[in-house]
């Protein structure tokens, strides 16, 4: 009945998908590869997750 006051968990995910995307950009700009590359693989993971989530909405 009240669905329309749940938050979208995928809205989320994607704020914080940017977010770290943008952490990683910054952190390669700076020459810092080491954590440009684990905050990328933290974004991905990110990505991985969004995307079954997205995958199981959409078989209901």
Do not use: W
């Given at each position: 009945?009240?669905?329309?006051?749940?938050?979208?968990?995928?809205?989320?995910?994607?704020?914080?998908?940017?977010?770290?995307?943008?952490?990683?950009?910054?952190?390669?700009?700076?020459?810092?590869?080491?954590?440009?590359?684990?905050?990328?693989?933290?974004a991905?993971?990110?990505?991985?997750?969004?995307?079954?989530?997205?995958?199981?909405?959409?078989?209901?």
């Amino acid at each position: 009945m009240f669905s329309f006051l749940k938050k979208d968990p995928i809205k989320k995910l994607n704020k914080l998908y940017l977010q770290k995307l943008e952490e990683a950009m910054y952190a390669q700009r700076n020459g810092d590869i080491r954590s440009y590359s684990s905050i990328t693989s933290e974004a991905e993971d990110i990505r991985i997750k969004m995307d079954a989530l997205r995958e199981s909405i959409a078989s209901q």
